[in-house]
């Protein structure tokens, strides 16, 4: 099999396994261990891609198989207390390892994030997914779960960990898909991976409490979070290198975003229009809160808008140069202190060659132009540049 073509196979096997498994008697040893095979070769399968693909950062693929085969540790564990003790306890030494286990993938994807070149704006959006994720994990997983009367107080802190973490982790995928330079197919199933786990694990939070899971209908979330997870691993995208960084001038907000980060900034007030939020103390807390911190960064994004805009007025959009605009501020000033120095440099016989060879070339020339003139002259106290930066000018 070809090397593009495992990462699907790998899906087809998984989608089947998960059929057999719920095929087999839910209560039956059989079923389990078709789960249990399939999260083993998930995190060997991770090990396996790191061999095929050969990335040039292997550390945070070995931290992924090492969160797999943590949490298939705990189903093993699991199944010790269901078929030797005969128990079914929660939470119980399992929990350890399934908690445990989103140590690695959180360490993973850290490095992921910081492989990623997101700039300032990127951070900023990421910053408001979050407040707005967590924000709404609050009010309708965490903060109920947490005050449930009916469960030990062990059992509210296990079940709420789960979706907290789960959190996290899409946390920081946010921040990595944030620049859309770093989305590729294999970050994509990740963040697939990630929300699986993240579903499975508030409707276990939440069923677990106050409708008594059977531990055995959200199961097909948890196999399919396996198989996500090691097909991210084993696609060929997995070993891309970071993509350079792009000018300013080509980044831009896409309306699919614009409206998640309006989405974001009206969710704490309108919050408060739900009766049991409202009357509430600490979830009024919580909301006012997150309010605030949303309108802050928000005034951080549009000072960033306005930063980007004027840079953007000033400089030239080959080249990135200062342009005329900019030279003349700056010699304004420097007339204003009391002594101005110019110095005029020129391209010879320019017009001719964009004539003859043609406009690209043309444009190629005046950027490695003006990589050299920036080398020499520096970028301070003002970057140098000229009226006509543009193979467009004659």
């Known amino acids: 099999m070809r090397k593009a073509g495992w990462w699907g196979g790998w899906i087809a096997v998984g989608l089947l396994a998960t059929v057999i498994h719920y095929l087999l008697p839910g209560d039956g040893l059989r079923s389990d261990l078709v789960y249990d095979a399939t999260g083993l070769a998930a995190g060997l399968l991770i090990l396996v891609a790191v061999r095929l693909h050969r990335p040039a950062r292997p550390a945070m693929w070995y931290l992924f198989a090492a969160g797999q085969i943590l949490s298939v540790t705990g189903d093993f564990t699991w199944e010790y207390y269901e078929y030797v003790r005969h128990e079914e306890p929660y939470p119980s030494f399992a929990d350890v390892f399934y908690v445990a286990s989103y140590l690695p993938l959180i360490a993973g994807l850290f490095l992921l994030v910081r492989r990623g070149r997101g700039n300032g704006g990127s951070l900023l959006d990421a910053a408001m997914v979050a407040t707005g994720l967590g924000l709404a994990m609050w009010v309708f997983v965490l903060h109920p779960v947490a005050a449930g009367e009916s469960a030990s107080t062990l059992e509210r802190v296990i079940s709420t960990a789960y979706p907290a973490l789960d959190a996290l982790l899409l946390t920081m995928l946010a921040g990595l898909f944030a620049d859309p330079a ?64 792009r000018p300013e001038s080509a980044n831009r907000v896409s309306p699919r975003r614009l409206a998640v980060l309006g989405g974001c900034s009206v969710l704490a007030p309108s919050l408060l229009f739900l009766p049991r939020i409202g009357a509430d103390r600490l979830d009024r807390a ?89 080398a020499a002259v520096g970028e301070e106290p003002w970057s140098p540049g000229s009226a006509g930066t543009s193979s467009r000018c004659c």
């Open 182 to 245: 770093s989305r590729t197919p294999s970050t994509r199933l990740l963040g697939l991976a990630a929300m699986l786990l993240l579903v499975s694990d508030v409707a276990f939070s939440v069923a677990s409490l106050y409708w008594g899971y059977d531990g055995h209908l959200l199961d097909g979330g948890w196999m399919m979070a396996y198989v996500v997870w090691a097909a991210a691993a084993l696609h060929p995208s997995m070993s891309a290198a970071a993509a350079p960084e």
């Open 286 to 374: 919580v909301v006012a809160a997150a309010a605030v911190l949303l309108f802050l960064l928000g005034l951080a994004r549009m000072a960033g808008f306005v930063s980007k805009i004027r840079r953007l007025a000033m400089q030239d959009d080959l080249t990135g140069l200062s342009n005329r605009r900019h030279f003349a501020e700056t010699l304004g000033a420097a007339l204003a202190a009391g002594r101005a120095e110019v110095v005029l440099l020129g391209l010879s016989n320019f017009k001719a060659l964009n004539d003859e060879v043609g406009q690209v070339i043309g444009d190629r020339l005046l950027v490695l132009f003006a990589g050299r003139l920036r």
